[in-house]
């Protein structure tokens, strides 16, 4: 393990500390050099049995996993880590194969995640976002604030981007869902960027997340509609 010895606040008090598990050493180097550079506190693991043997994840942070681990996965690291309750937010990283395992995190409780390869900016900031979820609540790339809202952005789309939208976040890849349209790798490409565009978001998990978070609150009134119903209220 190892940490900083300087960090730059992101707000006043507040320092923000990642833990990266990451197999790769090359990956987990460069990404404690692109931390440290930006002012971060770093803390680098090599297996999610590492990070369970030696970190405090008492103390707020940010968990950023690598889908694949050896041994115990960062998926099953991030529902172990529900098990035990531990409430920090997840980012993970993912390749191109992995995006399904990626989506299907996020509807599990990550926060975010982001493909490879990545611009150090781009992971800095919403690595940054994310620590400011864990001390204040805030959000990652404004989720919907009702399913209503979802639905309006939703209405915006063409019949095909709507069949498009559905397939991204359901986590396919723009070349499977090209193979199951019928249709070519750039086309789908193009009716992603316009839906990205019309949904208001900039990257794929931010439209994961809008899928999530709307799915969360249709859940939600339907469970306090049965309850009422129930009580005869």
């Known amino acids: 393990m190892t940490s900083a010895d300087r960090a730059v606040p992101l707000q006043p008090g ?4 990642v833990l990266v598990v990451d197999d790769d050493e090359v990956m987990r180097t460069v990404l404690r050099r692109m931390f440290l550079d930006a002012g971060l506190r770093v803390e680098t693991y090599a297996s999610a049995k590492e990070l369970l043997d ?3 994840l008492s103390r707020p942070g940010v968990l950023l996993l690598d889908v694949q681990l050896p041994g115990m996965s960062g998926i099953e ?26 989506v299907q995190a996020m509807r599990n409780g990550a926060l975010d995640f982001l493909e490879k390869p990545f611009s150090a900016a781009v992971l800095i900031h919403r690595v940054g976002q994310a620590f400011a979820q864990s001390v204040r609540t805030s959000e990652v790339d404004a989720p919907a604030a009702s399913s209503v809202d979802y639905a309006r952005r939703l209405a915006t789309l063409t019949p095909r981007e709507r069949e498009v939208h559905g397939r991204i976040v359901a986590g396919m890849t723009s070349k499977s869902i090209a193979v199951e349209l019928g249709g070519s790798f750039r086309t789908v490409e193009i009716h992603r960027t316009r839906v990205m565009a019309k949904m208001a978001v900039s990257h794929l998990a931010g439209l994961v997340r809008l899928a999530v978070d709307a799915e969360a609150i249709d859940r939600a009134a339907a469970l306090v509609k049965r309850d009422a119903l129930d009580s005869g209220t």
């Open 14 to 17: 507040k320092v923000a500390r």
């Open 54 to 56: 030696t970190a405090n």
């Open 77 to 102: 690291l991030q529902a172990l880590l529900r098990v035990r309750g531990v409430d920090l937010p997840v980012l993970f990283l993912t390749g191109g194969s992995d995006i399904s395992k990626a």
